[in-house]
């Protein structure tokens, strides 16, 4: 029981870790600078490191869920 639990938290940590550098990476194509206000460099930053992490974190649970769902089908027959 304790080594599936280990599995599952390497697969989160995983998932996460992947969806993290999609985000940032598919983010970069986009053209924040137009938003920002000269001279903000470090706000502009985190800003993004922060829309990033949200994203990531909410793709990620999105996959995770429905990789949780669809392993529980079983149950229904």
């Not at 280990?6 to 990476?25: K, R, S």
């Not at 903000?40 to 930053?45: N, P």
């Not at 800003?47 to 990789?67: D, E, G």
């Amino acid at each position: 029981m304790f080594q599936f639990e280990g599995q599952e938290a390497l697969l989160n940590l995983f998932v996460y870790l992947l969806f993290l550098g999609m985000t940032w990476w598919a983010l970069l194509a986009v053209r924040f600078d137009t938003f920002i206000k000269k001279g903000k460099v470090i706000q502009a930053r985190i800003l993004f490191i922060l829309v990033t992490i949200a994203i990531a974190s909410l793709v990620s649970n999105f996959f995770l869920s429905y990789l949780k769902y669809s392993t529980q089908l079983k149950y229904l027959f």
